[in-house]
């Protein structure tokens, strides 16, 4: 994926002055530790510019801004760290991605962390984790990638990854806006 064109960001909307936007620079103010830490591992992790943008918009929303991944899903719910990931047993009796990944983490020697927690969704993707988020659903977000076009990209993790639906929330786009001002080069 290295050889691949410069990102198509004609999809995701210029940051313009916005309350949404100016919320998340306040946001990423007071959260600058964490975010730099998610940044760091997200550039690690995939090293195209439209898979950053994608995977920094989801975790801005998966995590209010805060990109801690400590953070607990708001009102006691389920969901945990970066990737909101959730406890429990999906109605087929497989486990969910919170018990995968404690066992990831137990099987590969590591500690929980942010950058962990970005490995994890990235051997879903495209590593030993495949047959646990689902083949079929890999190789889509995989074919996604290769389009080099960060909305088409998160609408796909949306769907194949954090399954929550096919419509990409505002607040990812808006995430993804701010992401694209500061990861892509000024002109």
Not at 46 to 53: E, N
């Amino acid at each position: 994926m290295a050889d691949m064109p410069p990102a198509n960001i004609s999809q995701v909307e210029q940051a313009k002055p916005s309350k949404a936007i100016e919320e998340i620079g306040d946001k990423l103010a007071k959260y600058k530790i964490n975010y730099n830490d998610v940044k760091v591992a997200v550039e690690e992790a995939f090293p195209t510019l439209a898979m950053q943008i994608a995977v920094l918009g989801h975790i801005g929303r998966e995590t209010d801004g805060t990109y801690d991944y400590k953070i607990k899903q708001y009102g006691g719910g389920p969901g945990r760290g970066l990737l909101q990931l959730e406890d429990g047993k999906y109605s087929n009796g497989v486990d969910k991605h919170f018990r995968n990944y404690n066992r990831w983490l137990t099987k590969n020697k590591l500690e929980d962390s942010a950058k962990s927690q970005v490995f994890y969704l990235k051997d879903n993707i495209m590593g030993s984790q495949r047959e646990y988020n689902g083949f079929g659903n890999s190789k889509k977000i995989v074919e996604s990638i290769k389009s080099n076009d960060p909305k088409l990209i998160a609408e796909t993790l949306q769907e194949r990854f954090f399954r929550s639906g096919k419509k990409l929330p505002q607040k990812t786009n808006d995430y993804m806006s701010f992401w694209t001002t500061i990861l892509t080069p000024a002109k």
